[in-house]
T-cell receptor, first 116, second 110 residues
């Protein structure tokens, strides 16, 4: 398994500003993911962040809006840029852990963002 | 790509009853089916998963069944308790990142 922490746990921000969310894992992992979960909705993948390469973004998400860093195998950041109220959501960090021949995905506690 | 449908969206049961949540998927190449429980204010927690080489897996009060021919899988919770109240997500994946269902809000009344 993996223990994942996120900072901040929640924040209230003004429109037009940016927020950087940090994700720390207790073990080295190759693949880290960032998800968005809007109120009462499912999990939407924003991007995959592999160490040593550029993040891969899903349809509807762009690097200018959600820049991602992945400086090492235990840490990643997601920035929500030029925020608007529509960005109010839970942002979740996730990692894939390899156990033998299988992979399992674990999630962090989430960052709850409210944009006014 | 993969499409996962999850039903029901809301499930209300009395304590001690059983609860069943069903999911269907579209991609026959999917071979990994995890279930997550998300309590209020927390991130999703993996509670059980099943891979395509088995048809059923059980862990205490929780069981998951898989029918690859029909492309559906289900979560079964027996002897439900109030602490089982949460949102449950199914997912289907394989050589790609899992696709998640829309979630089921389970409410267990004492």
């Amino acid at each position: 398994s993996a223990v994942i922490s996120q900072k901040p746990s929640r924040d209230i921000c003004q429109r037009g500003t940016s927020l950087t969310i940090q994700c720390q894992v207790d073990s080295q992992v190759t693949m880290m993911f960032w998800y968005r979960q809007q109120p009462g909705q499912s999990l939407t993948l924003i991007a995959t962040a592999n160490q040593g390469s550029e993040a891969t973004y899903e349809s509807g998400f762009v690097i200018d809006k959600f820049p991602i860093s992945r400086p090492n195998l235990t840490f990643s950041t997601l920035t929500v840029s030029n925020m608007s109220p529509e960005d109010s959501s839970i942002y979740l960090c996730s990692v894939e852990v390899h156990g033998g021949a299988v992979e399992t995905q674990y999630f962090g506690p989430g960052t709850r963002l409210l944009v006014l | 790509g993969e499409n996962v449908e999850q039903h029901p969206s809301t499930l209300s049961v009395q304590e001690g009853d059983s609860a069943v949540i069903k999911c269907t998927y579209s991609d026959s190449a999917s071979n990994y089916f995890p279930w997550y429980k998300q309590e209020l204010g927390k991130g999703p927690q993996l509670i059980i998963d099943i891979r395509s080489n088995v048809g059923e897996k059980k862990d205490q009060r929780i069981a998951v069944t898989l029918n690859k021919t029909a492309k559906h899988f289900s979560l079964h919770i027996t002897e439900t308790q109030p602490e089982d109240s949460a949102v449950y997500f199914c997912a289907a994946g394989g050589s790609y990142i899992p696709t998640f269902g829309r979630g089921t809000s389970l409410i267990v009344h004492p």
